[in-house]
């Protein structure tokens, strides 16, 4: 069985090219918010992550995520929201059946609220690690509470990859979310905790979605680390290289599969037609 796949971009924030590489030009770069909406044959509409929406300027108003909002320089407008973009192909909030969430931070998980019906997935340890937390402990996991629906953890199904009994050679253990090889899931930790990845089976090849765990494909494909001074926002450095060594195995191994980081232009910019967002029939 496969699904289909399209990825796009809901916003972006701007940074020195020097933090997503080390060594690179300090020149800005473009940090897109991608998300991917998956077509499953029986589950119906999937989501992993949402990307920004408009909440984000609302949620850091107040101190101390004004912060947040100065360090990051966040562009994103109503029209590229994922609830429009999903309208814009025939696609209504209630048809959105699952929500993979990659990790809390609110380049993610932006839109959330939009989705009434939705159930969400994520790891037992990611919610943990950021439930309750707001002001400034909320602000070091990089967490907006406000962003969150009420009724997010009875509509949460949470995983435990440890407890996976699929084993991929290079990536570990990965959790098979509905039994038919379609979507399987990994952990990817370092950047956040608990932070997940996954494998999708297209009708014309397999994606890997790697989140945050690669900013750019220069960070798995040469091994080229970001800049140190990030290590300040991560929850684990060395959780990190480890995840960066395991998605660097997998693209030596399997040459034909799509990596593609959640921020990286150039992946973006490259990704492949039957792929890219048209506003058209899904
Ligand atoms: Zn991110």
Not at 32 to 40: E, G, M, S, T, V
Not at 104 to 120: R, S, T, V, Y
Not at 203 to 225: G, I, M, T
Not at 232 to 250: G, Q, T, V, Y
Request: net charge positive; charged share 25%.
């Amino acid at each position: 069985m496969t699904v289909d796949l399209k990825i796009s971009k809901a916003g972006h924030c701007v940074a020195g090219g020097h933090h997503a590489e080390q060594g690179a030009s300090k020149k800005n770069i473009q940090f897109n918010a991608l998300f991917a909406l998956i077509k499953h044959p029986e589950k119906g509409y999937i989501l992993f992550d949402t990307g920004y929406s408009e909440r984000f300027f609302k949620a850091t108003k107040k101190f101390p995520y004004q912060i947040y909002g100065a360090i990051t320089k966040v562009t994103v407008n109503k029209k590229e929201e994922v609830i429009h973009q999903l309208k814009t192909i025939g696609i209504t909030a209630n048809e959105i059946k699952y929500i993979i969430i990659s990790h809390f931070h609110a380049d993610h998980i932006g839109g959330l609220k939009d989705f009434p019906e939705a159930q969400f997935i994520c790891t037992k340890i990611g919610y943990k690690d950021v439930k309750g937390k707001s002001g400034f402990s909320g602000l070091k996991k990089a967490f907006m509470p406000t962003l969150m629906p009420d009724d997010f953890e009875n509509r949460c199904q949470f995983i435990e990859i440890e407890t996976a009994t699929n084993v991929h050679s290079d990536l570990g253990k990965m959790i098979d979310l509905f039994n038919d090889g379609t979507i399987k899931i990994c952990a990817l930790d370092g950047h956040a905790l608990g932070m997940i990845g996954i494998l999708v089976k297209t009708n014309e090849r397999k994606v890997f979605l790697v989140s945050d765990a690669a900013w750019l494909k220069s960070n798995f494909q040469d091994l080229k680390l970001p800049h140190p001074i990030v290590k300040l926002f991560f929850n684990s450095w060395s959780d990190f290289k480890e995840s960066l060594n395991r998605i660097h195995a997998f693209y030596k191994n399997n040459p034909k599969t799509l990596i593609i980081p959640s921020h990286c232009m150039e992946t973006y910019t490259e990704l492949p037609q039957d792929i890219k967002w048209k506003h058209e029939a899904f």
